[in-house]
């Protein structure tokens, strides 16, 4: 993550990596067939340290908006802590689609929506989102605009707290999925 953070996924190569370790290049290839399974290993890296991060929040005592509000926050100061994940998620061999890799990725998006859009549904279930939203689009929504302001703290050069950035964020999204009176 050091190199991917310093220099990017570009830079992050079996060599590059096998130097940073401080291990031959031969000895990565024993645990590493390649360069797609080193990003694969850190995207499984990745979603375990975020599961430990919002597994040690106390969300069971939460109604479903104050859960909402903690996940994001707490996403949020997760990618402050490792600021190669958003590089990792803007990175060119995403996009430009190593099969592997990208496969993996989607998987890990994949989760964190269906996360997002449960609770979403658990606050339909208990009437603080308004019923005719949909958990799925609107989780959807919310993930594209933490990205985002991801995205902007990249290029702002991390000049602002993206944890204090969460309360405006989801405030917006709340707001407009409140129950109507």
């Known amino acids: 993550m050091a190199i991917i953070r310093d220099e990017g996924v570009a830079k992050l190569t079996t ?3 096998a130097r940073a370790v401080g291990i031959a ?3 990565l290839f024993l645990h590493f067939g390649t360069k797609s399974h080193v ?3 850190v995207v499984d890296t990745i979603q375990e340290n975020l599961q430990k991060k919002l597994g040690a929040l106390d969300l069971e005592g939460l109604t479903p908006l104050d859960r909402l509000r903690a996940v994001i926050r707490a996403h949020l100061a997760f990618i402050q802590k490792q600021p190669g994940i958003p590089r990792l998620l803007f990175s060119e061999a995403l996009q ?3 099969p592997l890799f990208r496969e993996r990725m989607n998987v890990l998006v994949h989760d964190f929506l269906q996360f997002v859009a449960g609770l979403i549904g658990a606050g339909q279930a208990q009437g603080q989102i308004r019923a005719d939203i949909v958990p799925q689009q609107c989780a959807c929504i919310l993930i594209a ?3 985002g302001l991801a995205f902007r703290w990249i ?3 991390h000049r602002f707290e993206l944890a204090e950035q969460a309360d405006a964020l989801i405030a917006t ?3 407009g999925w409140a129950v109507r009176a």
């Open 15 to 17: 060599r590059s990596l």
């Open 25 to 27: 290049q031969p000895t």
């Open 39 to 41: 990003l694969v290993a």
């Open 96 to 98: 430009s689609g190593d």
């Open 145 to 147: 605009a933490v990205q």
């Open 155 to 157: 290029l702002s050069g």
């Open 173 to 175: 999204f709340i707001e």
